[in-house]
């Protein structure tokens, strides 16, 4: 960053060239994190929720796993790979960029 500034580089700049590259692979890794935790969140939404309309889906499929009679384990089956489909694709696309942030991590 000093090189920058000695190269008459502005703070707009150092920070869209040197900066913002560089906290690629951890901003991504926070992201998957932090959208993981957010989407697996299980006893906030199960208290705060008024309506079954509101609950989040991992709240849904175990109100419907608890079952009166039976359990139609097909259909829960499938709505757990609709909770886990949005988890695998993030983690898709931003697979680089996650094992880069957590690489990282260890290296001083």
């Not at 150092?14 to 890794?29: D, E, H, K, M």
């Not at 608890?66 to 709505?79: M, R």
């Amino acid at each position: 960053m000093e090189a920058a500034r000695v190269d008459g580089a502005g703070e707009l700049r150092i920070f869209f060239q040197i900066v913002l590259p560089q906290c690629g692979p951890p901003l991504a890794t926070l992201s998957i994190l932090t959208f993981l935790s957010s989407w697996n969140n299980f006893l906030w939404p199960l208290v705060a929720a008024q309506t079954e309309e509101k609950y989040t889906l991992p709240v849904a499929l175990s109100l419907y796993s608890t079952g009166q009679n039976a359990t139609n384990y097909s259909v829960l089956l499938a709505g757990a790979v609709l909770v886990v489909t949005p988890i695998l694709l993030l983690f898709v696309f931003l697979q680089r960029y996650f094992i880069q942030g957590v690489a990282g991590t260890g290296i001083k």
